[in-house]
């Protein structure tokens, strides 16, 4: 994976559809068969675009774009900081009822969450080991390793004998999944699992900070050659996409060059959606982060956020349609300044790429 991937474009494969705006796996017919092994490798290092160049003038545009957009933000945080993570920004971003919703539920422990965080140490260790051996055994002893899970762990133990054997079948199900259908990865890919990345905005004022839960390839300093995969437990949700686009922006503004490809795994189902990474997904993330950022600096205030309605909801946006729908420029005004360096951006980055694609399919 340490290349770019030379050759014709590859088309679908058979048996799987791609869903709208995102290249991916989606049990849509009765005929579907998740993709196994080499199949689902193929789909990830494959994205059937050319995978962008190091460039660090756009790396610079969406730092600009976003230390511009929050000048406002930034005064009234100077000296304190703010921590930007994959939840802070979506949760600023929902609507008030969800939202209200969502902190009722915040510290519920429920049969759905300890199946996310079994399967979470299930498939690092699938990844570091190769094997999983007795499921129920082997994530409890390796989520007891972390303190901060200790109530969560307890939580477990105490359960009724019913809904015990009903965590055990769901875990048990979803690890024989991984068993058959996860690919074994080279180890000069360097796979990593449970990856943190920073970005620091403002000179420490902002700190994006994501977690990747498995990060593939070989860093280069003039390519894009790495693809992250965030791996769920649960069903499809459209704020899963816009979790994956904001890890690769903070790639994009810490590291040369962004990651060619983000996906997320669904080991309940064998989902697979993968997004190629180009300047127009990165410049989206950086409006729907600058949006979010300037929702959190609002809630820390106790003012209800200018713009957070259904348009920026995901929990509205799953209920009236069952699919992720873009964020809109019109969560929160973007200054001017702003919006010129971001349209700078654009017409220098987007028309490139058409062109090296172009040049492509004529190669």
Not at 103 to 130: C, N, Y
Not at 241 to 259: I, K, N, Q, T, Y
Not at 338 to 357: D, F, G, K, M, N
Request: glycine share 10%.
């Amino acid at each position: 994976m340490a290349g770019p991937v030379a050759g014709p474009v590859a088309g679908p494969v058979a048996g799987h559809v791609a869903g709208p705006g995102t290249s991916g796996s989606t049990p849509w017919s009765a005929s579907w068969q998740p993709l196994a092994g080499a199949a689902l490798l193929e789909r990830l290092r494959v994205t059937g675009r050319p995978r962008p160049a190091a460039d660090p003038v756009l790396s610079s545009d969406l730092r600009s774009f976003l230390e511009s957009g929050l000048c406002e933000v930034l005064v009234e945080a100077a000296g304190s900081g703010l921590v930007v993570t994959q939840g802070r920004l979506t949760r600023a971003l929902t609507c008030r009822a969800h939202r209200m919703d969502d902190q009722s539920a915040e510290h519920e422990f429920t049969i759905p969450l300890a199946t996310s965080a079994l399967i979470d140490v299930l498939f690092r260790q699938l990844v570091t080991t190769g094997s999983i051996d007795d499921p129920m055994a082997d994530a409890l002893d390796g989520l007891s390793l972390d303190a901060h899970r200790a109530p969560l762990v307890d939580w477990m133990h105490g359960l009724a004998q019913a809904e015990r054997r009903e965590l055990r079948s769901e875990v048990e199900r979803q690890a024989d999944g991984l068993r058959q259908r996860w690919p074994a990865l080279d180890p000069s890919w360097l796979p990593r699992t449970q990856t943190p990345l920073r970005a620091v905005l403002a000179g420490g004022q902002i700190d994006l900070s994501v977690y990747v839960d498995l990060v593939i390839g070989r860093p280069a300093a003039d390519v894009a050659s790495v693809a992250f995969v965030d791996v769920r437990s649960g069903a499809r949700r459209p704020g899963h996409r816009d979790d994956r686009h904001l890890g690769a922006l903070v790639e994009a503004l810490r590291a040369p060059a962004p990651p060619f490809a983000v996906a997320t795994y669904y080991t309940k189902t064998g989902e697979l959606d993968v997004d190629p990474v180009d300047s127009d997904l990165l410049v989206a993330a950086a409006r729907r982060c600058l949006a979010g950022i300037r929702a959190m600096d609002s809630l820390g205030r106790g003012e209800e956020p200018e713009g957070t309605g259904s348009e920026s909801c995901t929990m509205c946006a799953m209920g009236l349609s069952g699919e992720p729908t873009p964020a809109t420029a019109s969560i929160g005004a973007i200054s001017n300044v702003a919006e010129a360096i971001l349209h700078v951006a654009e017409a220098r980055v987007v028309a490139p790429s058409t062109q090296t694609y172009a040049q492509g399919q004529a190669a």
